[in-house]
């Protein structure tokens, strides 16, 4: 393997992936999920897309030093969501057997140098910052898919982190307040999946 995973996050992120493939059999991909206009069918194709994505952008990996921040990668994700929204309406069938695509990704993505740079869409960012951002995609559209997929306990810690450091970039005052929420109702409050409450009404969602 490649540098150690000292915190955890390509194992977490690793293992939230597993919970979506074993869950695939048992959806109707023809059903509504948690995002308005998106199927279940239209969320795993968005989901299966993630780790061949992630090994093209490892093939390329560097030690150029990052230009793109964690923060700035998670609020530029807007910027692409008419692109992310054809691109799962037009996924093939062949496109959506997310178990092939992650069994094909774990050898890229296993012996991976966790110091390196990738360069992704959005521009170069450090691998464990990219990673982290993969944990935020794979919790959240993970729990978009109905039914759910519950997520792996630190998958869900590294996710939430993410969006903490989004808002801290924003607010800092309000930190302490979603630092002390329930992880998942963080979350999802965060990404608009839910109604905030009291003093986040009108910061929230970070994005969506």
Known sequence: ???????GIRTALVR????????VSGLDLSAP??????RNREVLAHLAVQPSLLVRFLRDASAIPPQVSLVDNLSGTRALAEMIDASA???????LDFGSRLRHALPAIEDADLSTTVTTLQGAIALEDYLRTRCVEAVVHGCDL??????????????ASALVAVLAS???DLVAIAAAMPPLQWVDEATGRAQPSGTLRGVLPLMT
């Open 146 to 159: 109905l039914p759910a997929v519950v997520p792996d306990g630190e998958a869900l810690r590294v996710a």
């Open 1 to 7: 393997m490649g540098v150690a995973d000292t915190g």
């Open 170 to 172: 924003r607010r800092p």
């Open 16 to 23: 939230q992936w597993r919970l979506i493939a074993a869950s």
């Open 89 to 95: 309406r037009s996924a093939r069938d062949e496109d």
């Open 33 to 38: 999920s948690r995002i308005p206009g998106w």
